[in-house]
């Protein structure tokens, strides 16, 4: 373990860095008290000699960190959304705290520890159920975009651990699973197509109403951002078997319009946030240049030519490091380090998976009860571009019976938050504003009611 003092733009936070062998290569993860981040799982691990490499997967603008060790010390350069920085980092000791919502056993209700099939991998996961041997009804958890354990552990926040224990403690069972390759769960998330990760959740729906201890009549499913975006899918595949749907930032719109809006919101916050002199102008050009390649890089996704992103996904990265200054500029060994973790990134299965999806037609076909939400300053899934869209659907499904909420002043994660942006996530105290836990469980109350 490596306790460490980076300095990004001057900026100096303690972080730990832990590496271990796993079968053939390395895993590890990255915790940062002051934004919050505990235990994060790393992608592309690489330790070659002195020479150090990992990804944070999941994260906007996939941040990616190459180095050199020496003795205490690793420096190198930090890169995100194509920007470089140099850091450094060096031993230390000192503890992490936990987050005030965060729930300590001994629980007032029972857990148990899944194991299930999807197609050739296993999942594992924890399965809470109220106290007493009646059937209660059954949430399923479905964790947002990139490797995530069953907690949807983010930047120190667990929030899938504080929905199970809320929902739990007024009766409801609650099934939260580590995605592929992920804790106790084999396979790869990087590598899934949105196929398999709909078989997966279809298998803990089988799951759930297989259970004696829950009514197999009332089983639904929660899904958070990327979860939001494939329940309504995955409530249509079961064919009845799915008696209820929440949506969580879920968007209402394809992947490719969610990823616009997205990096539209995010470059406008970092570059107003690092020089508020900034001008609408600068701000509109850096704009309009992440959409001629994200929109270029669409085109090859969608043609199947991933030899063509990823020749996309160099050119981008070596003009943005280009820009860079040269007393900042990364050396051409780490130069290929980052362009190979940007290419895998951006090439891989899921990341195509989640940029040619639509929901609407699955959402268009939902008559289940649908509780659909959205944070009023969500950088990710923006509520001005999905809530209306949202309303359109389930209205042309004929669903009787749908809510769509939006939340001022919460952010993505549905915490309440200043600006919204990612940066905020881990130095908000809370991990889920209580009126949202609230509203989950009244909506569930009145429909499915715990006998």
Known sequence: ???????????EIR?????????????????????????????????????IGFVMPGVPGDPTFVGTLDGDRIEGTFTQSGQAFPYFLERGDEPMALRPQEPLPPFPYDEEEVAFASGDVTLAGTLTLPPGDGRAPAVLLMTGS????????????????????HLTRAG??????DDRGVGGSTGSDTDATYEELLGDVLAGVALLRDHPRVDPERVGLLGHSQGGFLAPAAAVEADGDVAFVILMAG???DGFQTLLAQNERIIELAMRAA?????????????????????????????????????????????????TPADRRPDDATIEQIIAANQAATASPSFRA?????PRPYLEQLTVPTLAFFGGLDVQVLAEQNEGPMREALAAAGNPDATVVTFAGLNHLMQPATTGSVDEYGAIATTIDPIVLETITDWLQVRFPVR
């Open 1 to 11: 373990m490596r306790r460490a003092r980076p300095d990004v733009l001057n900026l």
């Open 15 to 51: 972080v730990t860095l832990a590496t271990d062998e796993a079968g053939a290569g390395l895993t590890g993860t990255i915790d940062i008290p002051a934004q919050g981040l505990e235990a994060f799982p790393l992608a592309d691990v690489v330790l070659d000699g002195d020479q």
């Open 146 to 165: 990139g490797p995530q354990d069953r907690n949807e552990e983010i930047l120190g926040h667990k929030p899938f651990l504080v929905i199970a224990d």
């Open 172 to 177: 409801y069972a609650v099934l939260r699973v």
């Open 251 to 253: 968007p209402s719109v």
């Open 275 to 323: 020089n508020p002199a900034v001008t609408d102008e600068a701000v509109a050009d850096a704009v309009a240049s992440q959409f001629a390649f994200l929109e270029a890089l669409h085109v090859l996704l969608q043609d199947g030519d991933l030899e063509g992103a990823r020749a996309l996904v160099r050119t981008r990265v070596e003009e943005e490091l280009e820009a």
């Open 354 to 358: 989640f940029v040619l999806f639509d």
